[in-house]
C-alpha cells in the first residue's frame, strides 16, 4: 500500500480532489425540525386532545394534569 492510497481513504480525496466530510448544518437543524420534530409534537397534541375528550366526555373523570388543577 503506498502512502497516497493511504491518504486517500482517511481524506476523502477522489481524482486528487478533497472531499469534504459530512457535516450538519443550519439547514439540517431547520428541516430536522420542520419535519421530524413538528409531526411527532402535533401527532402527540392530537392523541392528548382525544384521550381528553374520551375521558372527560365518556368516563366523567379527570385527564391527566387536569386532575390536579381541577
Same mark, same amino acid.
Not at 10 to 18: C, E, N, R
Not at 33 to 60: E, R, S
Given at each position: 500500500m503506498t502512502a497516497d492510497?493511504? =491518504? =486517500? =481513504?482517511?481524506?476523502?480525496?477522489v481524482l486528487g480532489h478533497v472531499i469534504p466530510r459530512r457535516r450538519f448544518t443550519r439547514w439540517a437543524v431547520f428541516y430536522f &425540525?420542520? *419535519?421530524?420534530c413538528l409531526?411527532? &409534537? &402535533?401527532l402527540g397534541l392530537l392523541i392528548d386532545v382525544v384521550l381528553y375528550a374520551v375521558f372527560t366526555g365518556l368516563f366523567g373523570?379527570? *385527564?391527566a394534569l387536569?386532575? &390536579?388543577?381541577?
Amino acid at each position: 500500500m503506498t502512502a497516497d492510497s493511504r =491518504d =486517500d =481513504d482517511k481524506g476523502g480525496a477522489v481524482l486528487g480532489h478533497v472531499i469534504p466530510r459530512r457535516r450538519f448544518t443550519r439547514w439540517a437543524v431547520f428541516y430536522f &425540525l420542520l *419535519y421530524f420534530c413538528l409531526p411527532v &409534537l &402535533l401527532l402527540g397534541l392530537l392523541i392528548d386532545v382525544v384521550l381528553y375528550a374520551v375521558f372527560t366526555g365518556l368516563f366523567g373523570r379527570c *385527564y391527566a394534569l387536569f386532575c &390536579l388543577f381541577g
